[in-house]
């Protein structure tokens, strides 16, 4: 087993599946955490391109190649309500140059309580050669009146050219990445902050 530490995340890769663990404080109640969680999912069905903009700044290319070794373009969504599943379309560049297109992403989503933890669990279900098996749980945890925690815990095993391509630093440096960045716009978003492109740049430049 192999572990690596990234940004105060946890990954572990054991017969090819990365299991990546996050969790962040946020500093407001877990009712605004719920509100944002709650747009998340509903743009994630109906509204793609809004989700994009809100919720993934920052995670486009980089200036740091080895963070495009493995890129992913999302091109179009489409949400199954009969199945209860979103239907994702996207295109894997691999160097930044494409390696596969318009690959397709089924995946549910289950939205529970455990006690007083929110847990919103993603399932794919399929997702031709890329993927063998994922899923993953973000959840919100309320530790006091004004404050709370968001977290993930994601699952990912490759399809068996991915897992021969995609090592762990590789994983770390173009995936783990990005899941960070994405629970920490969780986070900017419930404590009333937008994230964009131009906010993580000026981080990054810190």
């Known amino acids: 087993m192999v572990f690596a530490i990234l940004f105060s995340v946890l990954t572990t890769l054991s017969d090819g ?28 069905q109906t509204d793609p391109e809004m989700l994009s903009e809100q919720f993934f700044a920052g995670l486009g290319k980089q200036e740091d190649a080895k963070k495009n070794a493995f890129y992913l373009i999302w091109k179009e969504s489409e949400y199954v309500p009969e199945k209860q599943y979103s239907k994702l379309v996207l295109d894997v560049l691999v160097n930044e140059k494409p390696f596969l297109k318009n690959v397709v992403i089924e995946s549910q989503v289950t939205d529970s309580m455990q006690g007083a933890q929110r847990d919103i669990r ?7 050669t890329l993927i063998k098996e ?12 004004k404050s709370a925690k968001i977290g993930m815990d994601v699952h990912v095993k490759f399809g068996w050219f991915f897992r021969i391509f995609i090592s762990r630093k590789v994983y770390s440096e173009t995936i783990d990445w990005r899941l960070v960045r994405f629970v920490e716009n969780l986070r ?12 993580w740049s000026e981080v990054d430049a810190k």
């Open 188 to 199: 900017l978003w419930s404590e009333g902050i937008i994230p964009t492109d131009a906010y």
């Open 17 to 44: 599946m990365f299991h990546t663990r996050y969790e962040t404080e946020v500093d407001t109640c877990a009712e605004a955490c719920n509100v944002v969680i709650d747009s998340m999912i509903y743009y994630l």
């Open 122 to 128: 993603v399932d794919i279900h399929y997702a031709g």
């Open 134 to 145: 994922a899923y993953g749980m973000f959840h919100v945890l309320p530790t006091g009146a």
